[in-house]
């Protein structure tokens, strides 16, 4: 157990190297004009020079990206070059938000599209199928930010600018909470919900024909155990695995909900950050965001073991 | 809905027309063929309707497509689908939409399929340590949070089509990679490449000749479901300011401008966004019927076994 957390651990490591460094060449050097968003558009050569001084940007490539790696290693990420605050805390401050988001949006997905899966897979071919897959179809088929704006559209279309004023971007989180979250939750579920529908349908109608599901039946157990203790089990655990997968993207389409609904959270600001090309804020949240995907991916690996005793983990 | 071939007819029958007659028998996949068909017509025919409506793709008309108070014209006689933002014609925006849509969901699909199947066939049939090192790349890919990095690259490098293409076919491979290595893994092991090694056929002769027809149907498959997923992708970017470049029209930049006019021009949302539902579905449809074509068992099972259920039901 211990061994292999230490060797995910390690490869977790080496995914976070390879995606720093990827995106340290990626915005330091290639887009590479940064004295230019600091200094604003009328900085002498010779200010735009200092500029580039002071950040250390005349020195050559690899002594800079040593410097990088070593600030990296102390857990510092720098500072921003439009407001000079560190990226560590400006990525605080925004962190909140995002994780309301994302727990609440996980919370009735994986709920959602497990309960919607276990329904239709003990009625294969029923009406509630049919009509399952077809939602599975239309929520595998729609972009994030679709979703997010036709629920504006139809809720609000109607009601004048009641639907403006609580998407406006800037309030804090507190004010009008439940309103302002139960649709971009809504958004965010729907679209994971339908691929969790189908994986747990699949993986239902697999364990329901195994042999135990029909030792359970005749001992006489009630349907409603067999289906919910004993089968569910067993269909959980290739749906925790894409739990872990999903992360990624769920992370991703948290960018597009904060757009679309105004919310101030760590999407909203890599979007902004990128539009102005502050470089160690990008830096900053792309590695985050990967910290979130690889820990998630462990924690889901340690919870394979315990659904599933015949995996050991070594 | 599935048609298991009479018995009178003995001729033999590749897997391919098998599949092929399946789908072909599957009405949801047909229909969806046919929406496919008439947005595909509807790209290539964005010229036609350019010089119909005598609107061009960027040609702004305020006078005509903006009412009094400077909001966009609902649909008319002269704007079919009505007007943009600044008096822009949403039909033949959303027409020259349709052909980058198309084209990036294709094309990234193609490139990410070409190196999803070398890299995977290389990575499975070698083994060792070229295997532990390509297997390794694809989870570093595969972990990667893509839709950020793919907005930093944009950025980075200029936002344009071929950009876009590679960029989404980057974080395609992996998944079709993956998937082949698993096949090429089980194919490896079996007799009949044993046989070919046997009577002394050299290694590429095997990859080439034993395993890649084996390969053909899973590859088609995961391909067909790769293609909404481009597309989404695609247009995610394009909504971000990060995906074509913002002089072209594309579905999500148009969705992205439409965001704030969404109460007062609602065709100005609804023509892209339908548009893209439309497609993807479609697509998604497609590929599921294609995989029911190659791969029948998966439907049998469930009705097999949903009958076996019934059958116990009412002897209780």
């Known amino acids: ?108 997905w994986f709920a959602g599209g497990v309960l919607t899966g276990v329904l239709s897979a003990t009625r294969a071919r029923s009406f509630f199928d049919r ?38 971007p800037g309030p804090p989180l507190q004010e009008n909470f439940w309103k302002r979250m139960t649709l971009p ?53 290739p ?36 539009t102005v090309g ?17 820990v998630a991916n462990l924690l889901v690996d340690i919870a394979y073991s315990y659904l599933d005793p015949r995996v050991r983990l070594s | 809905m ?20 399946r789908l072909r028998a599957d009405r949801l996949a047909m229909i969806s063929l046919g929406v496919i068909v008439l947005v595909t017509l509807f790209a290539l025919t964005a010229p036609l309707w350019a010089a119909w409506t005598g609107h061009t793709h960027h040609s702004a008309h305020p006078r005509t497509g903006l009412d009094e108070s400077g909001l966009p014209a609902g649909p008319s006689g002269e704007f079919w689908l009505g007007a943009d933002s600044i008096g822009r014609d949403v039909l033949v925006r959303a027409a020259y939409g349709a052909r980058i849509s198309l084209l990036v969901g294709l094309a990234a699909t193609a490139l990410a399929t070409l190196f999803g199947v070398v890299i995977g066939v290389l990575s499975g049939f070698l083994g060792g340590w070229a295997d532990a090192v390509l297997a390794r790349g694809m989870d570093v890919v595969l972990s990667f949070p893509y839709l950020l990095v793919a907005i930093v690259v944009a950025v980075t490098f200029g936002a344009s089509v071929p950009l ?67 597309i989404t992708f695609e247009a995610t970017l394009s909504f971000l300011g990060a995906g074509v470049d913002p002089s072209t029209p594309s579905w999500g930049s148009m969705l992205n401008e439409a ?29 599921d019927g294609i995989r029911d074509a190659f791969d029948p068992r998966t439907e049998r099972l469930v009705r097999g076994r949903a009958r076996r259920r019934r059958g116990k039901a009412a002897k209780r």
């Open chain 1, 185 to 237: 939750w809504l958004a965010l579920a729907f679209l994971l919900m339908a691929g969790y529908t189908r994986l747990t349908r699949g993986a239902m109608l697999d364990v329901l024909g195994e042999d135990y599901i029909r030792t359970a039946r005749s001992k006489g157990l009630p349907e409603r155990r067999v289906v919910y203790r004993h089968a569910l089990r067993a269909a959980l655990t």
């Open chain 1, 131 to 168: 009509l399952a897959t077809l939602f599975v179809l239309a929520g595998l088929s729609m972009p994030a930010f679709v979703v997010a704006l036709l629920m504006l559209y139809v809720l609000f279309s109607k009601a004048g600018d009641a639907g403006i004023h609580l998407f406006e």
């Open chain 2, 164 to 230: 876009t293409i590679v960029v989404i076919a980057f974080f395609m491979f992996a998944a079709m990679a993956r998937v082949v290595r698993g096949q090429v893994l089980s194919i490896k092991e079996k007799e009949y490449i044993e046989a070919a090694r046997a009577l002394g056929a050299s290694t590429p002769r095997i990859m080439l000749v034993e395993v890649l027809p084996n390969l053909v149907a899973p590859v088609t498959v995961l391909a067909s479901l790769l293609v909404p997923q481009a």
């Open chain 1, 278 to 294: 502050d470089a160690p804020v990008i830096l900053g949240v792309v590695l985050a965001v990967a910290l979130c995907v690889v």
């Open chain 1, 1 to 108: 157990m211990i061994r292999f957390v230490v060797r995910r651990l390690a490869f977790g490591v080496v995914v976070l190297w390879v995606v720093s460094t990827a995106v340290f060449f990626l915005v330091f050097v290639a887009a590479g004009k940064p004295e230019r968003v600091i200094g604003g558009p009328r900085a002498t050569t010779e200010t735009l020079r200092l500029i580039r001084r002071n950040l250390g940007l005349d020195e050559p490539l690899i002594v800079q990206y040593a410097r990088f790696l070593g600030r990296l290693l102390q857990g510092d990420l720098g500072q921003s070059y439009i407001n000079g605050a560190p990226v560590a805390s400006m990525i605080g401050g925004r962190l909140q938000t995002t994780v309301v988001l994302v727990l609440g949006a996980s919370v009735l």
């Open chain 2, 259 to 287: 965001q704030e006019y969404y109460q007062a021009a609602w065709w100005y949302l609804c023509v892209p966004a339908g548009l893209l539902l439309a497609t993807t579905f479609a697509f998604n449809i497609l590929g």
């Open chain 2, 2 to 21: 599935d048609t298991s071939p009479p018995a009178r007819e003995i001729q033999g029958r590749s897997p391919w027309t098998l599949a092929f007659a």
């Open chain 1, 239 to 274: 749906v925790v695995t894409q739990f872990g997968v999903d992360v990624g993207v769920l992370i991703g389409s948290t960018i597009v909900t904060e757009k679309v609904f105004g919310l101030q959270g760590v999407g909203q600001l890599v979007v902004q950050s990128i």
